[in-house]
């Protein structure tokens, strides 16, 4: 009797390790899948709001700011004339942009109206480089802190519905098309990337502050 108690014990204790062994497999297998982001549809944001009287900002390419023809404007639907054809060949669709990202980058000139609007900006290079230096009044948020509490405290001052400009160091960076794949997907789509980065910013001149962010640092 003894024997056939420790033959069963024995026979649990190793249907165990290869039941362990299985799971272990499967979830290692499930873990490494890499997470694809959905790229949403943007907003469209309405620039003429935030242009200068009479100096309207120009909309970023392939956001029309307005849409149709004004009242009073010459049509652009050329008119017929004695040999013109009835119908004219469709116009080729423009090509189609490499990245669809680039399709809400804004220049930095559209990135200071905006800021001369007090749209906020965020911030998602390296905690480092935004102490030495960022655009003035801009938060601080990284693809890594945006689920963090500090990133919590971050989202729960900004509003769906209006713009909010993201950069990071230009050029080859993609920490902020990064942060604005996770922007979109939480249902911000006023999401812009300021393309040409913070030195650019610098460079033209425009505010900037340093030191620690006010929220979501910790």
């Known amino acids: 009797m003894p024997s056939l108690l420790l033959y069963r014990a024995a026979a649990l204790v190793t249907l165990g390790v290869i039941a362990g062994g299985l799971h272990a497999t499967i979830h ?3 873990s490494d899948k890499p997470v694809t982001l959905r790229l949403l549809q943007p907003g469209v944001i309405d620039w003429d709001a935030y242009a200068n009287k009479g100096n309207p900002a120009p909309a970023p390419s392939g956001i029309p700011a307005t849409s149709g023809t004004p009242a009073g404007a010459p049509s652009s639907t050329p008119a017929r ?3 013109t054809p009835a119908s004219q060949p469709p116009t080729p669709p423009p090509p189609a942009a490499a990245d669809p990202m680039d399709e809400i980058n804004i220049t930095i000139a559209q990135a200071k109206l905006l800021h001369d609007n007090r749209v906020v900006f965020l911030d998602a290079r390296h905690l480092n480089e935004y102490e030495e230096g ?3 009044g801009a938060l601080w948020l990284t693809t890594e802190s ?3 509490p500090g990133g919590g405290e971050v989202m729960g001052v900004l509003d769906r519905d209006a713009p909010v400009v993201v950069y990071c160091g230009g050029g080859m960076c993609d920490a902020s ?3 604005v794949r996770l922007l979109q997907q939480a249902g ?3 999401a812009r990337i300021m393309h040409d980065g913070y030195p650019e910013w610098v460079k033209a001149g425009h505010p ?3 030191g620690k962010p006010p929220i979501g640092g910790n």
């Open 28 to 30: 290692a297998k499930v």
């Open 81 to 83: 004339t004695g040999n």
């Open 134 to 136: 960022h655009v003035a």
């Open 146 to 148: 945006f689920a963090t």
């Open 177 to 179: 098309k990064n942060l």
């Open 188 to 190: 911000f789509m006023q």
């Open 208 to 210: 900037t502050q340093t």
